[in-house]
């Protein structure tokens, strides 16, 4: 299946800009060619070209399927940027494939990148989102500081930290039916201010196994125990 990304006003389909090169040039659709469509609601669609430009994609679509390809759980990661750009981009392409609901840069104390350009993460997503054959967009947030983040309401928080203490598997803090959070530090981990700001602020802490993993490491074991528990 060819997915592509559009937009619906009432009976009518448009193709988002960016997949009509795709559609048009390399796939060679055309007036009355059929093709699946997502919006990012959920629900796959089936359209049928009325109309084609270098600018527009646009025709008459029906329902297929809702809740196309989605998880039964609703995930969040807030996970502080890399240095190497491209280590994160790689969490954010199997997060997706994976499935999870939101992406949160945080920029935290000891952050060695503070600037991340979240238009490059939507265009990853997308790309997942689509290849995994979603019908849901996971969200990019806008960076926001650690404290930020933290003063935000959260129904089931988790910090994944470094430091000694008493800490529960990432198994064990799962709860069915239960929007998570998981907050995943930066290359020398959160500091001890941050954490004990997250603990006061309702977090619990969390280990994810016995080895010493990177920030993007991190992140797709949280995301693949999470796939794997409550999938």
């Known amino acids: 299946m060819q997915l592509f990304i559009g937009h619906i006003t009432g009976n009518e389909f448009q193709l988002d800009t960016v997949e009509i090169h795709h559609c048009v040039k390399v796939l060679r659709k055309s007036i ?3 093709i ?9 669609y089936q359209g ?26 609703s995930l969040t990661i807030a996970i502080a940027p890399t240095k190497n750009i491209n280590r994160i981009e790689l969490f954010v392409e199997k997060a997706v494939e994976m499935g999870i609901e939101a992406i949160v840069p945080i920029i935290c104390d000891r952050s060695e990148r503070r600037v991340i350009k979240e238009d490059r993460l939507r265009k990853i997503v997308f790309s997942a989102t689509k290849q995994s054959l979603k019908g849901k967009i996971t969200q990019v947030q806008p960076a926001m500081t650690f404290k930020d983040f933290i003063a935000k309401e959260h ?12 800490k529960l598997s990432l198994k ?14 930066p290359e020398g981990d959160f500091s001890s201010a941050e954490i004990q700001l997250a603990l006061k602020s309702g977090a619990r802490p969390i280990h994810l196994g016995l080895s010493r993993l990177r920030t993007e490491t991190a992140g797709l074991v949280a995301v693949s125990t999470v796939y794997q528990e409550l999938g």
């Open 32 to 34: 009355g060619d059929k």
């Open 36 to 44: 699946d469509f997502i919006t990012g609601n959920g629900n796959l």
């Open 48 to 73: 049928k070209i009325s109309f084609v430009s270098k600018s527009m994609v646009c025709g008459t679509f029906s329902k297929v399927k809702s809740n196309f390809g989605t998880v039964p759980y």
């Open 155 to 166: 129904s089931n928080l988790l910090i994944a930290h470094c430091e000694e203490g008493h």
């Open 172 to 185: 064990e803090m799962l709860k069915p039916n239960t929007a998570t959070t998981i907050l995943i530090g």
